[in-house]
């Protein structure tokens, strides 16, 4: 453990013993602070990226990673925007989770509180910077964030101003900071931090998410990896099927939530896999299919790594199935456990996927793209668990925090 | 991984779809059936743990060790009595969390559902095998049990009869199963089991629980350390707080709710300290105390060890403190995050000390003996999560399980 993170670490303690006790007025007024400190100051933030995003390409990173480090104008204000909108939402500290009057006569309640320090993990975008910050603000913890090497000069830019907020609302800068330590150091301290810090979220791709959860003491919340399926019943409406498959895989394909498996019930194969091989070549996507689907052209054959991977690309992994059952089995050994979904006009075949599908979410004719915290109505979210612990599926500000049993009597002693 | 568990894992994966399905009545009938299995078979278990304690004994086993390693037909009873206790509590697996309709007409629901396979790793205990999978099996899910080497025979008996009425329900057998493993390989593969296990409860002393939480790649709900305070403020009423004390220290003292420092506010150190003290004497308590309390016969001077021991006996840390702040930063500090009380007629002292101190349960004017989830309510426990991540506190039988969003629509695509 450097020194450096233990001392970053007891700062952000003492400074979120204040957090705690803070009201919902005084967070939402540092909020609003962070978002108008960035629109005013966005040039610091900009010129700093300029110069992250001209060192990555000196370095030869590809142009689509330079599109996600990179922040424009409206980039930025959508990073204010954000802070806004977790301003707009209810604080769930203080929550009544559970009361009641116990039969002799103890009154107990169950309170949403904050967790203390949370630290984030995550790769190239500094919008998770803000994202992050403001979440785990609102839930009254403060946060120590890991960004890569890469967005260096961004995070130290955005974090300078969100700490001069913080301070000229009249709370302590210590409640965000970025974690201290060259290259990989920083980050494997953090996630040896068991005691200092209280919860970890990596967020980004599946090999720095997997890296976090096998090398962390820290208790940490699992995130994003979708490999996400859509079955097309018997029963299926088929014009439903094709909708909802082309706005699964089509509609946002980098994301977590889009669809990266298509399986189809032999019942519906001869029908249904011609239409949707032709919608999904007219949208541009490479189909990976087993022989059935291969036998159009312009499929690809798939193999068995196919049905295990997570594209974030215009592709889709296809195969036609014999029943419900062999879908259900097919979905349960590759899921990642994010959000599966199934086309049926059968009650009873819907209900079987439900019960049976081990995931986040499962959705019966919609498609996965709605397993989103702003789409289920959660507001802001700090990513999509897919751990069965504490949170599955979209953690919003509920999510990010814990809650304390408060007992009171009048002298009560056991007997 | 031994193959052995990973084959157990796989079988067990399978039986927990099944129960996963299963209707309250037939998990009751189950939980019934062992009951009545151990009480008809009780013979062949005391027959196996009378071999585990002579061996214990044979290795020179110290009595109070033999004492948690012993059954005899009152305590086999009891077993018995807690399955049934568990099978009278509401089934938790179904329960609708969160349910609205988005203004897109979504219907969206969160339910509860079972987490799949629990791990459990305990010390000699034999009754735990009955309790972890009464309530393992309640909550739906498959349950691998590692006790300890000295109870194998009492814990394979038991098991064997578990087993029995699982088949004799028409229930799979591998719902309950033992870790294969000779010595510490089974609870170390078992820690290793990441993917087929999905979460991992230890019970039993400091010393097992920190090894599993720091080597354990599966996720950990860390249980039952108790360093309880019980602080008596400036505002305390004097026979109240003596009553708490007496209470909270000596009962039960073997338990990790039971208190094991104590604070005394500087203002009502002269009249309570010698009170305390003498209260604690005649109870046989051996009292480490500071300065303050040293001044008085028998009291021994408290190292800064004393602060932070877990005795589990008739032993107590006492120190008198300058103020509420003192008495804050005190428990902070030293806090095992389990249950700490005040003592205080103050509704400011109250509230600052629920607010401030960061606990699983803090108790006003009520003994720290209460956190228990018969106590509070819960029926059945598996255990008090000191953690912040799922649970805290008591964990019944809700706390066992995950979530699951369902999410349904008519053929709903986004925008």
Redesign the interface.
Known sequence: MPEDLAAVAHRAREAS?LL??ATRADKDRVLHAMADALLTAADRVLAANAEDVAAARADGTAEHLLDRLRLDEGRVAAMADGLRRVASLPDPVGEVVRG?R??NG?E?R?LR?P??IVGVIYEARPNVTTDAAGICLKAGSAVLLRGSASALRSNTAVVGLLRDALTSAGLPADLVALVPGEGRDGAAALMRA?GLV??LVPRGGAGLIRSV??SS?V?V?ETGVGNCHVYVDAAA?L??AL??V??AKV?RTSVCNAAESLLVHEAVAEDFVPRVVAMLHEAGVTVHGDERFAAHEGVVPATEEDWGTEYLSLDIAARVVSDLDAAIDHVRHWSTGHSEAIVTESRRA?DRF???V??????????T???DGG???FGAEIGIST????A??PMGLPEMT?????????????S
């Open positions: 013993r705690a006790t009641s116990l039969p103890l107990l169950q509180v967790f203390g068991r209280d919860v959860v096998e003491t208790p919340i409406d014009d439903t909708a909802i082309a706005n509609q819907a439900v019960a049976e081990d995931a986040a979410a499962v959705l019966v004719n919609a498609s793209r709605f397993v789409e289920l109505g751990q069965k612990l504490h599955r599926g814990t809650t304390k049993y408060v007992v009171s009597g009048h002298g009560h002693t056991r």
